[in-house]
């Protein structure tokens, strides 16, 4: 569910609504391996300033049982709705920092630098993440006649 409007945007998901066995091999013990239940709430606001800016922070609240409750704070700052930079931090996780640029009025490329904080960081220099925005936009519904009274 994801409700929106010029500023304001909120959503819950639940990719995995319900717990299921898996199993891979024949000889697998399916009750070792569960897919768990997920659960994703989200939301943030876009604040004006001036006529060329806005601050964009945002939150995500991510539950997946039994794993303890993880939060994500992200902050935007974007310049005339077409050039952004972002960092965010993911509790008991990592850091990010992003960029991206619209490039048409439907199509976005972007692109995010994730530094795990954990013991991982070992084995991982982090990851990179290239994104592809393409905005369908649908037919406008036709204006409505206004009756006019004389």
């Known amino acids: 569910l994801y409700l929106y409007n010029e500023n304001l945007f909120v959503s819950i998901s639940s990719p995995q609504m319900l717990p299921f066995s898996v ?3 024949d000889d ?3 009750t070792e391996a569960k897919l768990t239940n997920h659960l994703y709430a989200f939301g943030g ?3 004006p300033i001036g ?3 806005k601050i964009e922070p945002s939150l995500m609240v991510k539950w997946v049982s039994p794993v303890p409750i ?3 704070g992200t902050a935007r700052v974007i310049y005339q709705d077409m050039v952004w930079l972002g960092a965010s931090y993911r509790t008991l996780d990592a850091m990010a920092f992003m960029g991206g640029v619209k490039i048409q009025d439907n199509i976005t490329l972007g692109y995010s ?3 795990t904080m954990t013991n991982i960081k070992n084995y991982s220099s982090g990851t990179h993440e ?4 393409i905005t ?3 037919k406008k519904a036709p204006k409505q006649a206004k009756a006019q009274i004389e």
């Open 23 to 25: 199993q891979f091999f």
């Open 28 to 30: 697998f013990d399916a």
């Open 45 to 47: 606001y876009r604040i």
């Open 51 to 53: 006529d060329v800016l």
């Open 70 to 72: 993880q939060f994500a």
């Open 113 to 115: 630098y994730d530094m």
């Open 130 to 133: 290239v994104m592809l925005g």
């Open 136 to 138: 369908f936009k649908g």
